[in-house]
C-alpha cells in the first residue's frame, strides 16, 4: 500500500491555504504510477519523495500535477519537509530539496517549515503589461506602481494594483496572452503594515488562481526592493503575504527580502502546515 498526507500549507486551519499531497516513501513508483496517483488525489499538486540525485542533497522530490511532473519543487517544499519531519522520515532543522536538478534550502519543522533563495534575482521592467491587465479584466489605470518580470528561479508578472482593483479583477482564461504570460501575480501593497494583498492567476500553467504561490511570494520580494518599498538600508527586512481570501482559502507567507546595495539579493518563505488527511492507497495496476 502507499501511505500518504493531504497538507494544507500556509495555515494553521484545515482547508485553508493551498493543499498538497505528500507520498513520503515513493522510491518503487513509476513515473506512471506517480501520475496515477496524482489524478486519483485530483490535487493542484502531488509530492513524490524519493532518493536524491545530487551530492548534498537531503531527499529528492518529484512533483506530479494531474496533467503531467512539474520541474519545480519551490511551492511544495514548505509542504514536503514538514510532512516528513511530522513522519518522522527527517530531522527537524536544515535541509536540501533536491527536485529536477536544483537544490532548495529548507528549514524543516513539523508544523511549518522555511524556503530560502540566494542570488541575483530576474528583473526585467521591459514589457507592455497592457494585454495581461485586459485579461484580468483591469486597465493601466489600475496601476499603483513598476510592472516587473521577476523571480528567484521561476519568473512572475508582477501588477502593482489599488485594493478594489484587486477585488474586482477576474481573469478570462480565454485570452490568448496567457501562452506568452502565463501568470499573473496582482499585487496591493500596505506601505504602513508591510503587506502585500495578492492575488496569482496562472492560467497558462493550468491553474486559473492559486490560493498560496510561495515562489511569488520570494519574487515579490525582489519587486518590493526595485520600488524602494522598503527602508533603504542594507540588510534583511520582513514582509507579509496574504492570499487566497476571495477563493475561501486564507494563506499567510510569513517572507524576507536580504538587501545588499538596496538590491535583492536573498529571501526567504515561511508558511504554517496543516494535516488535513492521511491514508494508504493500492498502488497502481494491482487489485
Do not use: N
Amino acid at each position: 500500500m502507499i501511505a500518504y498526507e493531504i497538507v494544507d500549507m500556509f495555515t494553521d486551519t484545515p482547508y485553508g491555504g493551498c493543499a498538497l499531497g505528500v507520498v513520503p516513501d515513493a522510491a518503487a513508483l513509476s513515473t506512471a504510477d506517480m501520475l496515477a496517483v496524482a489524478r486519483e488525489t485530483a490535487l493542484t499538486e502531488t509530492a513524490f519523495v524519493v532518493p536524491p540525485a545530487l551530492p548534498g542533497s537531503t531527499y529528492g522530490v518529484r512533483v506530479m500535477t494531474p496533467d503531467g511532473e512539474s520541474p519545480y519543487g519551490g511551492h511544495s517544499a514548505v509542504g514536503t519537509a514538514s510532512a516528513l519531519v511530522r513522519a518522522g522520515r527527517l530531522a527537524a532543522g536544515e535541509a536540501v530539496q533536491e527536485c529536477g536538478g536544483r537544490q532548495l534550502a529548507v528549514t524543516a519543522g513539523a508544523d511549518g517549515s522555511t524556503l530560502s533563495v540566494a542570488g541575483e534575482p530576474l528583473l526585467r521592467p521591459e514589457w507592455d503589461p497592457g494585454p495581461l491587465l485586459t485579461a484580468c479584466g483591469l486597465t493601466d489605470t489600475d496601476l499603483t506602481g513598476t510592472p516587473r518580470l521577476t523571480g528567484f528561479g521561476p519568473a512572475f508578472h508582477v501588477l502593482p494594483v489599488g485594493a478594489k482593483a484587486l477585488t474586482r479583477a477576474a481573469a478570462d482564461l480565454t485570452d490568448p496572452v496567457w501562452a506568452d504570460c502565463p501568470d499573473a501575480v496582482l499585487v496591493a501593497w500596505d506601505q504602513a503594515g508591510r503587506t502585500a494583498r495578492v492575488r496569482v492567476f496562472a492560467p497558462g500553467y493550468g491553474m486559473p488562481e492559486d490560493p498560496a504561490c510561495a515562489s511569488a511570494a520570494l519574487g515579490l520580494g525582489a519587486w518590493l526592493a526595485e520600488e524602494k518599498a522598503l527602508p533603504g538600508a542594507d540588510g534583511r527586512h520582513a514582509y507579509q503575504v496574504r492570499q487566497g481570501e476571495g477563493l475561501g482559502r486564507p494563506a499567510t507567507l510569513s517572507c524576507t527580502v536580504d538587501l545588499t546595495g538596496g538590491r535583492a539579493t536573498a529571501a526567504t518563505v515561511h508558511g504554517r502546515v496543516t494535516l488535513t488527511a492521511s491514508g494508504r492507497m493500492t498502488p497502481p495496476g494491482r487489485p
